[in-house]
C-alpha cells in the first residue's frame, strides 16, 4: 500500500507532526506501508498564470515548466494520498490552494476515480469544519474517495495532546481499514450534479472546450461505470432538465 503526504504547512510544524502519528499508526496495521511525503514548501509549483489553458485546451498547453507532472504522477500512483494543511486566515494556505489552482482542469476531467483521500486540518481552533468541507469539494471533484476527514486543535494554551494523538490514530487506522477494503464511497448527488454540468457544458461548446467535449463524449450516465441509485440518478437527470430549459429560456 503506498500512500503520499502532501502537507501544506511552510514548514514542518503541528499538521506534520499529526500526520506522522496516522503513518506510526497505519504502519502498526501493516509494516509494509509505503509512506512518502510531500512537503509543498520544497517543492516548484509556481502560481498559476490565468491562461486557462488547461482547462480548455487540455494539461499538456500549461506554459509553467515546473514539478507539477511529477507531484501528478506521484499522486496517481498511490493508493492513497493525505491532503494536510494548517488553517491560515480561514481557510487552506496558500501552498495548498496554489496546488489546487494548478489542477483544477482535474475538476473538470477527474481522474483520480479508485484512489483514497484523507483530510487533515490543525488549527488555533477556528475554521475547522469549513476548511475541511472546501477540501473535501475539490479532492472529491477530482474523484478521489474521501474516506475520512480529521480536524484537531493545536492552542498554544492548551494541552491535548493525548487527545489529539488518539484522534490521529484512529484517522490512521480507519483510512488503512478503508483503503484494504477497495470499496469507495458511492456518488454522492452533489458529484452526480457536478458530473451532469460538466458534461451538458463540455457537450455544448466543443469549440471552446475541446478537451472536455473528448473526455465527456462517450460517457453515459456518469464518469465511470458504477452502480448509482436509481432515485439520485433521477434527481440528477430532473436537475440537468431543469439547468438546460432555464438556460435557453435565459438566452
Ligand atoms: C499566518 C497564520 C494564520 C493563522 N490563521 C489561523 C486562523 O485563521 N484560525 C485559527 O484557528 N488558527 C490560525 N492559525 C494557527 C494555525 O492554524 C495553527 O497553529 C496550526 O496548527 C499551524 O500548523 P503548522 O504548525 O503545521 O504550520 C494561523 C497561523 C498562522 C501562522
Redesign the pocket.
Known sequence: MKILAV?G??????????VQQIEEEMRASDDSVEFEYLLLKDVKLEPCRGCFLCVSKGEAFCPVRDEQQQIFEKMLSCDGVIF????????I?ALLKNLFDRFSYVCHRPCFFGKHALLVV???????PDTLKYMGTIIGSWGFSIDGKVG?????AIENTAKVEKSMRKAGKDFYCAIRSGKSVPPSLGMLLQYRVMRMNALGSREHFPADHAYYKDKKDYYLDVRIGWVKNLFAKAAEKLIVAMMSKAA
Open positions: 502537507i504547512s511552510p514548514r514542518k510544524g503541528n499538521t506534520y507532526r499529526a494536510a494543511s494548517p488553517v491560515y486566515a480561514g481557510s494556505t490543525t488549527s488555533c481552533g477556528s475554521r475547522i484537531l486543535m493545536r492552542h498554544p
